[in-house]
């Protein structure tokens, strides 16, 4: 009997030490887990420079409407197009003639005239993204020029490709040559007018 009770015990201890080693192992995994993430978070963190003031993005324009939001990573029906692409800037309604702003500071890297996407201006940003303004009916910036934030860009017109809209902006951001949702840097409301 007594060797029986003691071949239960060593048989409970030997599971309460599986049970420990097992929690052990699960907290130590999720410590390591969490520790990674934080120090893949921070690698990510910009550099904050505490001698100059924080430039943020600003709007292209105090009043706008958004139309259609952007959509780079699924296809969406485009109606003046009749087919289905990614829509791969923001399309802000401004009312006619408006100016639109540079929504960060840069330098202007292209000035071109396009069929499609009307007068088109795509700047460097001093951030190393790129903003690219579509559907403008006038340049009001030339190829070379350093550009502040809030600066005049161009002034607002229409694109054939997306005609359905009427005046409007189509705002794109690339980030290391990648298209990214500019509602993810620049501060948007669904209606601002
Ligand atoms: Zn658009």
Do not use: C, R
């Amino acid at each position: 009997m007594k060797s029986y009770n003691s071949k239960l015990n060593k048989k409970n201890v030997l599971s309460v030490v599986a049970v420990l080693v097992f929690a052990v192992a699960v907290i130590g995994i999720t410590i390591g887990f969490a520790t990674s993430a934080n120090q893949s978070q921070n690698a990510d963190a910009p550099v904050l420079d505490v001698t100059k003031p924080v430039e943020t993005f600003s709007l292209p324009s105090e009043k706008y409407t958004v139309l259609k939001e952007a959509s780079v990573d699924k296809l969406v029906y485009m109606s003046s197009l009749n087919m289905w692409k990614t829509h791969n800037g923001i399309d802000l309604g401004l009312e006619e003639n408006a100016q639109v702003k540079s929504v960060f500071s840069g330098k202007v890297k292209k000035v071109e005239q396009s069929t499609l996407e009307g007068v088109v201006v795509t700047v460097e940003l001093s951030n190393g993204m790129t903003a690219i303004y579509k559907s403008l009916s006038s340049a009001s910036v030339k190829e070379g020029d350093k550009i502040e934030n809030g600066a005049v860009v161009g002034i607002v017109g229409t694109m054939l490709s997306e005609s359905d809209l009427g005046t409007h902006l189509h705002l794109e951001l690339k980030k290391d040559g990648k298209y990214v949702d500019p509602a993810e840097f620049i501060n948007v409301v669904s209606d601002n007018k």
